[in-house]
């Protein structure tokens, strides 16, 4: 078990300009988690996967952002058109089971859009 | 809506005294809730949940909460503070309909040697 890792842990971008971050979670959990942190904050959920079916997706993401999930395992989070709103920390976190679980959180990708 | 408050942005206690973080929520089911933390340079890491059953639930390091149905409050406790139980602390809340979890927005807690 070597834990969900996220690449890159930063990254620097221009307004306007598309990035796209990647999420490796625990390999045998089924449920992936998007959240986006600042600073003096808590995690706030963008979305939500069970396996390969985005089940949840916040109200709050707007058309720019996009997440996949492929074949149930790591998962992408796209933002086009980046602005300066979108500087923040990207956290990916991963759980296993049905009901009320823990969820098991990366190390996070900083963006800062320029 | 959901909602969880952490109404106090830091926390000051001597080593060896107790301590508590507040946290009050606001679900429209029954709620499952979680108390994780996160120290420097690490990501947050999950300390205990109440699901059902008991109000006090135990989790790692010792910590403790108490859930009151009634003051919809979820105060993470623990009898003897350390001074590395100094990070910030996290107060989640999730609806037992959906799969969203709200945050509130963390407590700092430093404990003093």
């Known amino acids: 078990d070597t834990g969900v890792s996220q690449d890159p842990r930063h990254k620097i971008t221009k307004r306007g300009q598309n990035v796209t971050f990647r999420c490796d979670p625990i390999s045998e959990h089924n449920r992936l988690y998007w959240y986006r942190q600042t600073l003096g904050q808590g995690p706030e959920f963008l979305t939500y996967f069970q396996n390969e079916a985005q089940l949840e997706k916040s109200r709050l993401l707007s058309d720019r952002f996009s997440a996949e999930r492929p074949k149930g395992s790591f998962s992408t989070l796209e933002i086009q058109r980046t602005e300066q709103g979108d500087s923040a920390m990207y956290l990916c976190a991963s759980s296993w089971g049905q009901g009320p679980d823990e969820q098991y959180f990366g190390p996070g990708t900083r963006l800062t859009v320029t | 809506a959901q909602s969880v408050a952490q109404p106090e942005d830091q926390v000051n206690v001597a080593e060896g005294n107790p301590l508590t973080v507040k946290c009050t929520y606001s679900?429209?089911?029954?709620?499952?809730l979680f108390w994780y933390v996160q120290y420097p340079n690490r990501g947050l890491q999950f300390l205990l949940k109440y699901i059902t059953g008991d109000n006090l639930v135990k989790g790692s390091y010792g910590f403790e909460a108490e859930f009151n149905k009634s003051q919809t409050s979820f105060h993470l406790k623990k009898p003897s503070a350390l001074v590395s139980d100094s990070a910030l602390y996290f107060c989640a809340v999730r609806d037992t309909g959906g799969f969203k979890t709200i945050f509130g927005a963390g407590t700092r807690l430093f404990v003093k040697a």
């Open positions: 679900v429209s089911g029954n709620p499952y």
